[in-house]
């Protein structure tokens, strides 16, 4: 079975970093490109950022290009997110998902870690 | 960059019933890329049409999407009590590379 874990969300200052992992299994890593999807508190969906699944490309929103990385493991089996200079309206539930290479849509997702930034 | 647009904001209905929603691009978009999710509270959401009318697996057939150029449609033939839920489209394109449209919630009349 294909699950997607997230794991590393929090509390953090404005200004500050965490990083996001999201652990996958049941297929092969490398093969399938990946992104992050966050929610803000009540609000809709926002695409963030993307990755190749050889880690080749990467993909940005501008609302955070320059103060995020994406990245993945292969040796883990794990997708990253570095999250610097956080901001508050960077508040939101972060998914990791799977995304086809051909139609390009997100057919698996994890169930979502939560990162609050506040004083 | 496109934006995606949905409607209407909310609908409210019966179970039984009908629901078809709106999404509208600001620019023509491939049909190839079009897709659509449901989710429920505190879930992550759930594919269900890629393509903009295949439907991914393991959804019932009561859910159909259409569409082309800038007006995409998702069906719902008959509401049952677990659709009630808000339903996202998304497009793939190139800046950003994906979008979200903000979402119609169907809700229970």
């Known amino acids: 079975e294909v699950q997607l874990l997230e794991s590393g969300g929090g509390l953090v200052q404005p200004g500050g970093s965490l990083r996001l992992s999201c652990a996958a299994s049941?297929?092969?890593?490398?093969?399938?490109?990946m992104s992050w999807v966050r929610q803000a508190p009540g609000k809709g969906l926002e695409w963030v950022s993307a990755?190749?699944?050889?880690?080749?490309?990467?993909y940005y929103a501008d609302s955070v290009k320059g103060r995020f990385t994406i990245s993945r493991d292969k040796s883990k089996n794990t997708l990253y997110l570095q999250m610097n200079s956080l901001r508050a309206e960077d508040t939101a539930v972060y998914y990791c998902?799977?995304?086809?290479?051909?139609?390009?849509?997100?057919?698996?997702w994890g169930k979502g870690t939560t990162v609050t930034v506040s004083s | 960059e496109i934006v995606l647009t949905q409607s209407p904001g909310t609908l409210s209905l019966s179970p039984g019933e009908r629901a078809t929603l709106s999404c509208r691009a600001s620019?023509?978009?491939?049909?190839?890329?079009l897709a659509w999710y449901q989710q429920k509270p505190g879930q992550a959401p759930r594919l269900l049409i890629y393509?903009?009318?295949s439907r991914a697996t393991g959804i019932p057939d009561r859910f159909s999407g259409s569409g082309s150029g800038t007006d995409f449609t998702l069906t719902i033939s008959r509401l049952e009590p677990e659709d009630f839920a808000v339903y996202y489209c998304?497009?793939?394109?190139?800046?950003?590379?994906?979008?979200f449209g903000p979402g119609t919630k169907v809700d229970i009349k």
């Open positions: 393509g903009a009318s």
């Open positions: 990755i190749s699944g050889s880690g080749s490309s990467t």
């Open positions: 998902a799977l995304y086809d290479g051909y139609y390009y849509y997100m057919d698996v």
């Open positions: 998304q497009q793939y394109g190139d800046s950003p590379l994906f979008t």
């Open positions: 620019q023509s978009v491939s049909s190839s890329y």
């Open positions: 049941g297929f092969t890593f490398s093969s399938y490109a």
